[in-house]
């Protein structure tokens, strides 16, 4: 490619800079000949401030000084022991047959060491420090540096992975620490500062507002309540501090929203403090973490099921199911009702709810507020131990036996199928459930688009909440809906939960 030929004037240039000051517009012209070498003219305007004396930009140095040497930088190590035998070929039947069941055991690989890198907070003097549990997962070796680069080793004290936190000690005294904020009392808006050791290139400061609170990802905890950020969090940055405008701690730093792998896109997470407080306290006394348990299950007021149980506004957690003998239960609580209120407190989503009845301990007693068929009412719930958390199971087989579809526009594209025990147990509901399970569902159907969608293998026992225990049940109902929205209660995989499915 042949080079581009530039050719400069060699007329008088004038640069017209454009600035904003807080009292006016200041307007400066800089004017400079490239023949007669005269200096730089520099025209003010009158009416404004003198630029020598104008404030200086303000600085958080002072606030940082005394913040950072609280924050550390945690390196793992991971020894993952070699298999006891090469995979692949040399685990075929076939060579054990002719070589011996030794053969191969001589080829297993060696061990091999995996190293992490985190961050942590110091919250004692005597070297009690807080993290993410993932930093130090599965670790054999911890390592904490000080920013006055001591590494001392430590032993982990206890882990919560349902919020992703832990707590480690190191033999250290008179170590400097961070106060916590009441991090309920942030706001949107308030100026933070996320501190950390990104990619290991050592302790880093970046700088941002509080976005967003109360923010439920999915996915990345079982309990989340974060606090969002656009101050940068990037790998490395998990466990270390997100402090405000004072130095005070609002949040642990734990994840990103990231497109890929190109790292930070300003929406980083943090776990609010007065969660991490409460998680952390338990772990110091017992090891380990007990929470509050009601015993029913919750779900989030959409539009289209506030329409349905005709509530005033979509505030609140829908109860979509009782579990028996548990608190709930003998408090009164029933399916359908909205529970709007705790201890005082308004309730505006399942989420919410949950947190504050987690962060609360067995034994203690839960006021709510509840609407029930349009009246409101209170419980006292007292609150028993949550068990731990279960993993689900297997969707059932194919079963493409029935072609029933609903007869009116809100389930079309939907076949059904009368529920049997041998299906009840594919699909893992009790095996006294009586309804329909869902053969298939149409990608362009109602049903597909509902929120949350109707999924195959989805047990449909209430049609209009009423109760459906065959196919001739589901088509009846169906068809008194003359084609209008339809809710439904469903049974999926043992957990009951309310759909409406719109009309076509």
């Keep these: 490619m042949a080079k581009e030929k530039v050719q400069f004037r060699r007329s008088t240039a004038i640069l017209t800079l454009l600035a904003a000051s807080l009292g006016g517009g200041v307007i400066a012209a800089l004017m400079v000949s490239s023949r007669s070498g005269a200096p730089v ?20 140095a002072d606030m940082l000084s005394k913040v950072t040497p609280a924050v550390v930088s945690i390196y793992t190590t ?7 035998q090469m995979p692949g070929i040399f685990s075929d039947p076939f060579f054990q047959q002719f070589f011996g069941p030794g053969f191969g055991r001589n080829q297993r690989p060696r061990n091999q060491t995996e190293h992490g890198l985190g961050s942590g907070v110091i919250f004692s003097k005597d070297g009690y420090i807080l993290t993410n549990n993932h930093v130090i997962d599965k670790a054999t070796d911890i390592e904490v540096q000080l920013l006055d680069g001591r590494r001392i080793k430590a032993k982990l004290v206890g882990t919560d992975k349902d919020t992703d936190v832990a707590v480690l000690k190191i033999t250290a005294q008179d170590l400097p620490t961070l106060s916590f904020a009441d991090s309920s009392k942030a706001r949107v808006g308030d100026l933070v500062f996320a501190i950390g ?12 507002i ?27 940055n998990s466990g270390g501090a997100l402090v405000n405008a004072n130095g005070a701690v609002v949040g642990i730093n734990t994840a990103i929203l990231a497109n890929g792998s190109e790292g930070n896109q300003g929406i980083g997470f ?22 509050g348990f009601i015993g029913v299950g919750l779900q989030t007021i959409t539009p289209d099921l506030q329409k349905q149980f005709n509530l005033p506004n979509t505030q609140g957690a829908l109860v979509r199911e009782v579990e028996p003998g548990k608190p709930g239960e003998k408090a009164g609580l029933k399916v359908g009702d909205d529970i709007v209120g705790i201890n005082g ?28 068929n349009g009246q409101k009412m209170k419980f006292d719930v007292t609150l028993a131990e949550r068990p731990a958390t279960t993993a689900t199971g297997k969707r059932f087989g194919n079963n493409n036996n029935n072609n029933n579809e609903g007869g009116t526009s809100a389930l079309e594209g939907v076949t059904v199928e009368t529920l049997t025990p041998d299906i009840a147990q594919q699909v893992q509901v009790p095996a006294s459930t009586k309804g329909v399970v869902v053969d298939s569902v149409a990608d362009d159907s109602p049903a597909a688009s509902a929120q949350p969608p109707l999924q195959r293998g989805d047990v449909i026992t209430q049609v209009n909440r009423q109760p459906v225990k065959n196919e001739d049940d589901y088509n009846r109902l169906i068809n008194q809906a003359k084609g209008e929205s339809v809710l439904l209660y469903v049974n999926r995989q043992g957990s009951n939960i309310f759909i409406v499915v719109p009309s076509k």
Excluded: C, W
């Design 345 to 372: 407190q308004p309730v505006h989503d399942s989420n919410g709810l949950q947190i504050a009845v987690i962060q609360m301990q067995p034994g203690q007693t839960a006021h709510l507020d509840v609407i029930r």
């Design 41 to 60: 003219q520099v025209a003010v305007d009158a009416a404004s401030p003198s630029m020598s004396t104008a404030a200086p930009a303000p600085s958080y």
């Design 210 to 236: 509080i976005s967003a609170k109360g923010r439920a990802v999915g996915g990345i905890e079982t309990f989340e309540d974060f606090i969002q950020t656009d101050a940068s969090i990037n790998p490395g």
């Design 197 to 208: 050791n990104p990619f290991g290139v050592g302790q880093t400061v970046t700088m941002g």
């Design 78 to 84: 991971q020894v993952i022991k070699g298999g006891q």
């Design 270 to 291: 943090a776990i609010p403090i007065d969660l991490v407080h409460n998680v952390m306290s338990q772990l110091v006394k017992n090891g380990k973490v007990v929470r």
